[in-house]
């Protein structure tokens, strides 16, 4: 029986978090039509149909579903293997703060692909609003921090001097989210759902709305994302997201609607590693690189 081959797998681990065989060429630095042949391999040498392609993208079949968890341990194997070899293992101890806004439902997945890329790495994670990582940016608080910032619109990127020499991870466009029944019933008054008014981004959006003397009331303060997820499901008001974070249930408020409730345009936000501190050990340096290379 013949092996899997480690980059067709790769191309499939790839093709499968991406969504689509468009979207997963950039970031295997290969053509669509190199991707589309290397899945044709694979699949060939599975013996069986690893995905379903449409309209909406690419979509596990069973069997593909069924490959995936290998294909990511395989992966993993192999790159621990070479690190080991080139004592480029991360062994030790990292506390690592994030952002609650940073992809909330694919950051349980990522943590754990890391651990398993780097099993003798020991993980303390916290989830902190972006102003309090860059306030602590200098401090004991944590060793990496991963933060967001707004960019592309006035008052709206406030990162500091430290965070800028960070490394950006990815940038996602900013959207007006409500449920689905309430994007079509506009009030006078905007019922706002946010985080704490310690959270940047509340502070940005009730600044942005002051400037542009759109009438607003706080209809919910939600402690977390995940909170701010429920109370928009319900129905409770409007709230302004990052494209990750937009959870179930809610959804993005099209031009029409944007139109109708008079809400002003918004500035994109970007997802960076803060910068290393003065003194900073070598091996905090390569878990940055690490954490770049995982979550960018």
Known sequence: MRAFETDQLRTFVTVADSGS?????????????????????????AGVPLLTRGKKGAALTPAGARLLDYARRILSLNALAMAELRGQSLDGELRLAVTDYFRPGEIAGMLRRLRDRYPYLKLHVTVMKSAAIEAAA??????????????????????????????????????????????????????????????????????????????????????????????????LGVSCLNASAIGPGVTPLDAAAVARWKLPALPSAEFYLLGARAGESDFIGQARQALAEQFG
């Open 138 to 235: 200098d401090m004991d608080a944590f060793d990496i921090g991963l933060s967001m910032r707004l960019i592309g619109m006035r008052g709206g990127d406030k990162a500091s001097t430290t965070a800028r020499r960070g490394v950006v991870l990815r940038r996602e466009a900013l959207a007006w989210v409500a449920a689905p029944e309430l994007a079509d019933a506009p009030q006078d008054v905007l019922p706002l759902v946010l985080l704490p008014d310690t959270c940047s981004m509340h502070q940005f959006v009730v600044q942005l709305l002051m400037r542009r003397k759109r009438e607003f009331e706080i209809a919910h303060s939600a402690s977390g994302v995940a909170g701010l997820h429920l109370a928009l499901a319900a129905g």
């Open 21 to 45: 065989l468009s979207a997963a060429a950039p970031r295997l630095f290969l053509s669509q039509s190199s991707v589309s042949e290397q899945l044709r391999k694979l699949e060939e040498r």
